[in-house]
């Protein structure tokens, strides 16, 4: 295990739904993130934090809605989705937000939007 | 921002022989560039790294190498397994300042037995 945990592993959610993703890293890491793993978009970032403040938000539709309570807490709520946001959605960590160390993947959350 | 490219998109090797894989990016201050693994159905890994003051750094049948001048990078598996077999991504980021990992989009690696 690399420390990084995401709930739940699959989801199935209609349109008008409103659902949360979680993740939790044990790592002591001050970095979190978000990706969207796609078949056209293999790795996409989507929001980067550090130390619990949003320092990247790569162009996502308002539709995703990030939350970090903290640092080692990080949340996607979701409202409203299309079918085309049916992808695999992987949390990582790292020491800092910046290049240079090392990013640890959760197993993702595979949701599917009906 | 910085733009990774990634080739090929797709590669297939008979066991036993090379595989390379190529990657270029775009932002010349860029100077960390990891490679990761990711298996069917797992998370991906860091398998390998290079920061920009070395040309070359290997392990095990892993290497990588960087042409800064050039701004490319390549991976380099020699006597490939079965277990080889993954998509593998390219990275690039600045090491100080504010930028997160800019992936590649994969390359899906089969090592045919």
């Known amino acids: 295990e690399t420390g990084v945990t995401q709930t739940p592993r699959h989801l199935v959610m209609g349109m008008t739904n409103k659902k949360s993703l979680k993740c939790e890293q044990h790592l002591g890491h001050n970095a979190m993130y978000w990706y969207k793993q796609s078949a056209k978009k293999p790795l996409e970032l989507m929001f980067v934090?550090?130390?619990?403040?949003?320092?990247e938000n790569n162009s996502v539709p308002s539709r995703f809605s990030p939350e970090c309570p903290n640092s080692s807490h990080l949340f996607l709520h979701l409202h409203t989705l299309q079918p085309e946001d049916s992808a695999l959605y992987l949390c990582a960590s790292s020491q800092s937000p910046t290049g240079g160390a090392e990013a640890f993947f959760g197993q993702g959350t595979r949701l599917t939007v009906v | 921002g910085e733009n990774v490219e990634q080739h090929p998109s797709t590669l297939s090797v008979q066991e036993g022989d090379s595989a390379v894989i190529k990657c270029t990016y775009s932002d010349s201050a860029s100077n960390y560039f990891p490679w990761y693994k990711q298996e069917l159905g797992k998370r991906p890994q860091l398998i390998i790294d290079?920061?920009?003051?070395?040309g070359e750094k290997k392990d095990q049948r892993i290497a990588v190498t960087l042409n800064k001048t050039a701004k490319h990078f390549s991976l380099h598996i020699t006597e490939t397994q079965p277990e080889d077999s993954a998509v593998y991504f390219c990275?690039?980021?600045?090491?100080?300042?504010?930028?997160?990992?800019?992936f590649g989009k994969g390359t899906r690696l089969s090592v045919i037995a």
């Open positions: 290079i920061r920009s003051n070395v």
């Open positions: 934090y550090n130390f619990k403040e949003q320092t």
């Open positions: 990275a690039a980021s600045i090491n100080s300042g504010n930028t997160p990992l800019v």
